[in-house]
């Protein structure tokens, strides 16, 4: 069993919303009986919103049981702003072994397709994070 789990955090609340994924992940350890999960979506997670200093209080991110795939380095807005807003988090000894080494990445489709900022913009203001998994025959 795999278990996707998305979060659109509110900007002003992702710190506690973030944290509460470690509430989601116990309860679906609880009622399906997997600890395979991929945390994914905008979490709002750097910049104004998520500070370093923060950190600390997401349990997310303090247990080594959570991989995070997107650095704190990478940026995964369109516009001038440079955030890892986007983020995802692997979970699950089967899941982490799934998952193919370094391709973890931000889809750039403004680079890939020649956009400038508006055209880019009018598509979405977020680069969509991707992660490849490999098959196990």
């Keep these: 069993k795999l278990v996707l789990i998305p979060l659109h955090a509110a900007p002003h609340q992702a710190v506690a919303e973030i944290d509460a994924l470690y509430d989601v992940y116990l309860d679906v ?3 399906w009986g997997t600890d395979d999960m991929l945390f994914l979506g905008d979490f709002n997670a750097d910049c ?3 500070r370093a200093q923060d950190w600390a209080a997401i349990r997310l991110r303090s247990s080594e049981v959570f991989k995070w795939l997107i650095p704190d380095s990478a940026d995964t807005t369109v516009g001038n702003s440079d955030c890892a ?3 995802i988090v692997a979970c699950g000894a089967r ?4 998952l193919k080494p370094q391709s973890a990445t931000v889809h750039d489709f403004q680079e ?3 956009l400038d900022q508006t055209q880019a913009l009018a598509i979405s203001d977020h680069f969509p994070v991707e992660v490849t998994l490999k098959s196990h025959r």
């Excluded at 899941?95 to 799934?98: A, F, Q, V």
Aim: charged letters at 45%; proline letters at 0%.
């Design 29 to 31: 350890i609880d009622k």
């Design 48 to 50: 104004s919103y998520v």
């Design 85 to 87: 807003y986007d983020r």
């Design 95 to 98: 899941l982490r072994r799934s």
């Design 112 to 114: 890939e397709f020649g």
